[in-house]
C-alpha cells in the first residue's frame, strides 16, 4: 500500500527533516510510526498526502509513484487517504454532520448519499445522536471521534493518524486507538505517528521508528517491551 524508498527530505535553510528512509507498508496493515519530537513523523505523513514533496527518493502510493503526480493531480490522489490530526481541524460554524459531510461535498456526492454514508460514520464512532450539534459543544474525545468520522466517510484504503491521542488521557487514548483498531479490522490500511509508547506497548503491531531523519528501527510494538 506504501511504500518508501530512500526518501530524503531537505528544508529550504538546509534542515534534512528525512534522510534515505525506506520502508514498505502492506495493504490491510495497521503500524505506528515513533520517534523524539523533531524526528521527522510528520513530515513523513505530509510526503505520503502530497503536503509536502520528496527532495530524493520515491514515495509510492497503491502502486503509484507519487514523485510523479501533477499539482492538478493531488486532490484525486488524497481520495485514497484519510487523515486525522491532533487538533482536529473541525469547523466550529459548522455541525458535526456538516463537517463529516464536507469531504463527500467536496468529491460531489449527491445529497442521498451523502446523509446515508454521514450517518454510518458517526455511527461507528459513536456519535449519531449529535449529528446536530456544534463541535464546540463537544467534549475533546468526541470531537477527536468526529475527526476520524470525516476522515473514513469517504471509505479511504488508507488512514493516516498524526498524533491523535496527544490531547487526550490515557482512557480516552486507548477508545479512540480501538476505533482505529475497528477500522483496520475491516480492511483499511492505517498508519498512526504517536509519541504515547506506553500505550502502543499494549498493542500487537508493526513498529516503524525514526531518530534525528532516519529509520533505526522497523520492527512490533512489543519491541518496547522487549526493551523495558
Known amino acids: 500500500m506504501i511504500k518508501l524508498v ?34 521527522g513523523k510528520s513530515t513523513l505523513l505530509k510526503l505520503i498526502t502530497l503536503i509536502e514533496r520528496t527532495t530524493r527518493g520515491e514515495v509510492v502510493l497503491d502502486g503509484e ?34 463537517n463529516v459531510a464536507l469531504p463527500l461535498i467536496i468529491s460531489g456526492i449527491p445529497p442521498s448519499e451523502t446523509g446515508r454514508r454521514v450517518r454510518a460514520a458517526l455511527d461507528k464512532v459513536g456519535l449519531l445522536r449529535k ?13 477527536q471521534r468526529v475527526g476520524i468520522a470525516r476522515a473514513v466517510v469517504n471509505r479511504p484504503p488508507l488512514l493516516l493518524a498524526d498524533e491523535p491521542t496527544g490531547n487526550l488521557d490515557p482512557a480516552l487514548s486507548r477508545e479512540i486507538m480501538g476505533l482505529f483498531e475497528a477500522f483496520n479490522h475491516i480492511g483499511t490500511t492505517v498508519l498512526i ?30 519491541d518496547l517491551n522487549n526493551a523495558a
Open 131 to 143: 449529528e446536530k450539534q456544534f463541535p464546540i459543544t463537544l467534549s475533546t474525545g468526541e470531537q
Open 65 to 98: 509513484n507519487l514523485s510523479r503526480v501533477r499539482r492538478r493531480e493531488i486532490p484525486f490522489v488524497r481520495r485514497k487517504i484519510g487523515m486525522v490530526f491532533q487538533d482536529h481541524n473541525l469547523l466550529n460554524d459548522k455541525t458535526v454532520f456538516d
Open 6 to 39: 530512500n526518501i530524503s527530505k531537505r528544508y529550504p535553510g538546509g534542515h534534512e527533516a528525512l534522510s534515505n528512509v525506506t520502508c514498505h507498508l502492506q495493504a490491510g496493515e495497521m503500524a505506528f510510526l515513533t520517534g523524539h519530537s523533531g524526528a
Open 193 to 222: 505517528a504517536t509519541h504515547d509508547l506506553g500505550l502502543i506497548s499494549q498493542l500487537q503491531y508493526r513498529l516503524f521508528t525514526l531518530h534525528e531523519g532516519r529509520l533505526i528501527a522497523d520492527g512490533t510494538t512489543q
